[in-house]
């Protein structure tokens, strides 16, 4: 059912770095590309998304690039805190539909 | 604003036994959808609720069920449990239509299978 693949698995930086997580998909109807931040033991939190007609979007410190011949997109997070420290979701569906495929997620680690 | 919310938070059954969670949606939103989330894995779709009817389905045998109330919550019951079945449960709602895409999740149902 996996249409997202998303790397790395984890990744440690160090406070004020730029982690930078990496997500490809498959289908070409997917027009909708949201990022999820999830702490343990809650639920996930939308924090950006991307529609295929731009090619980047930021909010804050957080910034989507979106690469649509590649079928690729990708979170930026600038400034990293210890407190961005949670798993981040790439998902992806497509108009009119409500099942939104994720990526397997990336532990993200800031070291103060 | 209340956002959505879930229970119970956390649940443990025995393999055979039947569970029902409950959601309350986001205020505003008329969507509610259900996914699966194993440990160390993403959340996978199980359905979606719109107008009281079930709209899309995931890869989910049918013991998995739902229900959506004219308030717009939903239940979510799984029939002849597997240890398999122990997952965080999330529910999700967003509003319908529009050309707006967004489903903000609630805290889940952490269910144990013994």
């Known amino acids: 059912q996996q249409q997202v693949k998303q790397s790395p698995q984890s990744l440690i930086v160090q406070k004020g770095g730029i982690p930078i997580i990496n997500c490809a998909y498959e289908?070409?109807?997917?027009?909708?590309f949201p990022w999820y931040q999830q702490f343990p033991g809650k639920g996930p939190a939308l924090l950006i998304a991307i529609r295929p007609d731009v090619s980047e979007k930021k909010e804050g410190r957080f910034t989507i690039s979106f690469n649509k011949s590649a079928k690729q997109f990708s979170l930026h997070i600038m400034d990293s805190q210890p407190g961005d420290s949670a798993t981040y979701f790439c998902?992806?569906?497509?108009?009119?539909?409500?099942?939104?495929?994720f990526g397997a997620g990336t532990r993200l680690t800031v070291k103060p | 604003d209340a956002g959505v919310t879930q229970s119970p938070t956390h649940l443990i059954k025995t393999r055979g036994q039947q569970v029902t969670l409950r959601c309350s949606p986001k205020?505003?939103?008329?969507?509610v959808s259900w996914y699966q989330q194993a440990l160390g894995q993403g959340p996978q779709f199980i359905f979606q609720y719109y107008e009281e009817e079930e709209r899309q389905r995931g890869n989910f045998p049918d013991r998995f069920s739902g229900h959506q109330f004219p308030n717009y919550s939903s239940e979510l019951n799984v029939n002849a449990l597997l240890l398999g079945d122990s997952a965080l449960y999330l529910c999700?709602?967003?509003?319908?239509?529009?050309?707006?895409?967004?489903?903000?999740f609630g805290p889940g149902t952490r269910l144990t299978v013994t």
């Open positions: 289908n070409t109807a997917f027009d909708y």
């Open positions: 999700a709602s967003g509003p319908y239509g529009g050309g707006r895409y967004e489903q903000y």
């Open positions: 205020s505003g939103h008329d969507t």
């Open positions: 998902a992806a569906s497509r108009q009119g539909s409500r099942d939104m495929r």
